[in-house]
């Protein structure tokens, strides 16, 4: 027996879309109507982040952070817990180049008007820029590096309050400082009566339907129990909002049948394929203590790649260094003089990259590294190695190399040694963390499954609000823009509620 519920708004997902959605449409709640958030992860209590690899990933990430693509040879790091992605995420705070929302080409969305939205969500997460006493060598040196290299480095904005430091920032900050929607638009919504209920998943919507299952807090583990009983419900809303991200809203759209009017659900998939290249120096510098992410080099539209700052944990810092045996262990041994960086290819959609489910329902991404993003990750390698030696260091650990050790000495030869050949998918670890694309916005449904307000073509029940809504990559951190066309479609929500009554239940 399933329980039935109703409501006016129901949203799928807490993260950067669910999360702005939520919030922007918690005044409705004042006039008398219901929103429901469903999220399918749990709500932590502030002490339960602990900073720990082995206790918080599994707690925060799908598959603890190693969903791995169809051929298993990328990880795609995506939250699943209240607040989403925006609990694992850095907090770095771009707002979508001008360049790359023209191209998109989508009709009626404007690069101003994102960015005037952009400017109202950076207010509310205190974005700014840290001041020079709060750069740790490991952003220090990159600075310099790029300058000794002939590159401009820039300061990432942030989005943190009372940050201390503590790097933990992918493992969820131990120290609530940085903002993601756990901590600004979530608690505002639910302050002004917005439901969210917390380990609720939607298995599939139909016409002004959804059935969500509600599940038991494992014994022992993190998080709150949810607010309603385990089990099966039958919610009944108006208007449903799908924001469980690029996966997560393709897969739920596909497993509820919607591809057959939708061709192109699940297509134009991106995600700024990336890896994690280190360089030892001669002393110790502080990479675990201070803000991780600092500076980024834009090279996006010259070569198409971008490097960032960055530190990871031993854990993951070890899965990520190609190689074995003795090489492998004296890099992790000199890890309190490793230099970090992170490269990310600017992918672009090719039709082999899609997401798709198994006969369960599970999302199943089909990625293939295409000859332009090899030759982008290879570039991007040389272009680090530059970095890294105009910084100091004295070995670079490169997996587009062969050997991957690369020395002072192989300074001049670095076009020779570093080149797109070496990049043997399945031997190189490569993880992507900024997903997009599956329900891009577009012109028509033969083109795209949404329109540029985020509703679904030809069905106007449904709405989508999250990073399945580019139609391309983004060429840079995307967590802003998430909230900006979530905006849009919380705005077009209002716009239309009048319109959409409850048609009688069948
Ligand atoms: C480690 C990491 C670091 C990052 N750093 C940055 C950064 O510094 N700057 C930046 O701009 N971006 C960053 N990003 C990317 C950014 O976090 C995402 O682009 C953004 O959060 C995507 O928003 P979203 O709403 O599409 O999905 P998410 O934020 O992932 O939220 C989706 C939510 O929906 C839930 N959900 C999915 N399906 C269902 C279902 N069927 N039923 C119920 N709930 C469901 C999920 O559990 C999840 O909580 C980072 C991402 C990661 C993983």
Redesign the pocket.
Known sequence: MSEAVTCDVAI???????GTVAAALAPLVGDGLRVVV????PRLRDDEFDGGELTMAPVL??DGGGFLTADGTMTL?????Y????V???????VAPERVIRGWRVPGLLASDLAERSAKYMQQNNVHLLSPEEINDNNRLFAEGCHAAGFTAEQFPINVRGCVGSSLC?LGCPNAAKQGTHRVQLPAAETQGVEVVTR????RVDPQKLRVRVSEKPPGGKGEPSTWAPGEYDVRARVIVA????V??S??LLRSGLRARLPRLGHGFTCHPAFILVAEHAQPITNWVGHP?SFFLDRAEEEGFVLETCMYFPFTTAKNLTGLGTEHAAMMQAFERLQMILVLACDRPVEENRIEVDRSGRPVVHYTFTPAVVESLAAATRAAARIFFGAGAVRVHAPTADPHIITREDTERLDERITAEHFVPGTTSVSA???MGGCGMGGSAASSVCDAWGRVHGVPWLRVA???LFPDALQI????T?MAL?DRTAEAVRRDLPELSMVAAT
């Open positions: 799928v997902g807490s993260g950067a879309g669910g469903f999220e399918q992860g990430y799908e790091a995506f939250g699943r817990v607040g989403g992605s925006t694992v995420y850095t907090g770095t705070s771009l992918n609720a998943e939607v298995l924001a469980g991200g690029s997560g809203t897969a739920l992410k963390a900024h997903l999250d990073s399945s951190n995307p967590y802003l998430v979530a």
